[in-house]
């Protein structure tokens, strides 16, 4: 039996409301694409383009990450665009590319914003949902986010997901899944790993980079790179010099 879902609430007004109307639109403001709209294949072509910079990340937008059977199901109709947006999470390229580099909390957080068009309300929701996770697995969870009331509620089944929430940073589901904290330590990338930490503080361009401007040490390399000749006076004595031999003489020719 799959666990209910944690209660949790919304932490403030931003996330009590889903609009606040003309005051909510500029031009940030982002096009709703739904199929009903759609009048030709150009259109159709526009909607699927718009699922996969939704679902994928705009930088992630590549033609490896296609998934040309699902694109023709939903070109016929045979599926409805929410679950074309289902497959496009289920699939394998996604699995790779934001399930296997991520823990629950910070999956969690992806796919809300690519899913539900929010971010998390707040780490209550992040355990929740995380817990759906771990109990029904992956694509569980993807299915309790596109069957859940408050999908249905604001894409229904013929419409792209988009942001829908007055939050900072849009749109905010342009997120690199690869560089979370967890990722980031395991690959040597974050502040606190001292190897690099020392490596970064004892190398040649951080330690001219630390001196003030004006240092003489940051001239020493191109002052070697001169390498001037210079004269130095010999050092002579008074009596190691000959002094007749440089007295003209009548009888020298």
Known sequence: MALPLLDYRPTTQNHRVASFGIADQNEDTPYIYRIEDMSD?????????????????????????????????????????????????????????????????????????????RDSYNKDEEIAWSIKIATLGFDGFVDALLDSDEYTAAFGDYTVPYQRKRMEARPFNLVTPRYGE????????????????????????????????????????LAAAIAPKVNYGQRLTASSIDYMSKVPSRDRR
């Open 41 to 117: 294949a150009n259109d159709v072509d526009s909607l699927i383009w718009a699922a996969y910079r939704q679902v994928f990340s705009e930088h992630e937008t590549l033609k490896f990450n296609r998934q040309t059977a699902s694109e023709s199901r939903v070109k016929n109709r045979a599926i409805t665009v929410r679950d074309f947006i289902r497959e496009l999470a289920k699939s394998e390229r996604f699995y790779s590319t934001v399930v296997s580099v991520n823990n629950n909390y910070r999956l969690v957080q992806v796919c809300l914003k690519r899913l539900l068009g």
């Open 182 to 221: 967890d990722f980031q330590e395991s690959a040597g990338t974050v502040k606190n790993d001292w190897r690099f930490t020392l490596e970064k503080y004892f190398s040649k361009k951080s330690q001219e980079r630390n001196l003030r401007e004006g240092d003489p040490g940051k001239f020493r390399e």
